[in-house]
């Protein structure tokens, strides 16, 4: 069988009270379903989610610091381009802004084979 899905790598900064941290993230859209990884933290992290009928899509991960692990989810909007989210955990909230990596996506198209 195969899956037909896009696949999106981002350069990201994230504001937190600290300051700006930076990782990355990529993003496997199969139709509705978003899953990937995000690293930030010096930590990856599986996101798993999905895209909402009003074209933003929204999912849900953990944040590894030297001090805690912070669940989240990320509302917000992404293409080719770059991406722009709000995580909210328990007690507060993150910008996460990004561009997409230059080489890092063959225009979103990938095909595997199952």
Do not use: W
């Not at 790598?9 to 941290?21: C, D, H, K, L, S």
């Amino acid at each position: 069988m195969e899956t037909c899905a896009k696949q999106y790598f981002y350069e990201i900064n994230m504001v937190t009270p600290a300051g700006i941290r930076y990782g990355s993230l990529q993003l496997n859209v199969n139709q509705y379903d978003v899953s990937g990884y995000l690293e930030i933290l010096n930590h990856r992290n599986p996101v798993s989610g999905k895209i909402l009928k009003n074209g933003q899509c929204e999912f849900a991960g953990i944040l590894v610091s030297l001090m805690r692990k912070l669940q989240y989810t990320a509302i917000g909007n992404f293409d080719s381009h770059s991406i722009q989210l709000l995580l909210k955990g328990e007690k507060n909230s993150y910008q996460l802004y990004g561009t997409a990596k230059i080489g890092g996506m063959d225009d979103g198209i990938y095909r595997n084979e199952k």
